[in-house]
Nanobody, 115 residues
């Protein structure tokens, strides 16, 4: 079983940037697909970026061109670079495998985009 610890969130103004990090409890080399999810108040958790072991990534239209996911297998870490942030990006951000494992959810990291 793998556990994740997210970090890097904070308060940022619209148009700003943040880089989130997600440390895994074990080697991620063998995990085919990893993803970043987010959950805004009153909304369902949604997948906002995923990356395969070969480095192929996918994004929904809502974040495409603004978010970039990457993984460092040597450090067992997944990153999410978020640029041109909007108020609607405000949410708690989590990482997990894709499809997610219920037992692998971490505490998440809060991202608030506000002026």
């Amino acid at each position: 079983q793998v556990q994740f610890v997210e970090s890097g969130g904070g308060l940022v103004q619209p148009g700003g940037s943040l880089r989130l990090s997600c440390a895994a409890s074990r080697n991620i080399f063998s995990i085919y697909r990893l993803g970043w999810y987010r959950q805004a108040p009153g909304k369902q958790r949604e997948l906002v970026a995923d990356i395969t072991s070969s480095g192929n990534s996918n994004y929904p239209d809502s974040v495409k061109g603004r978010f970039t996911i990457s993984r460092d297998n040597a450090k067992n870490t997944v990153y999410l670079q978020m640029n041109s942030l909007k108020p609607e990006d405000t949410a708690v951000y989590y990482c997990n495998v894709v499809p997610f494992l219920t037992s692998s959810w971490g505490q998440g990291t809060q991202v608030t985009v506000s002026s």
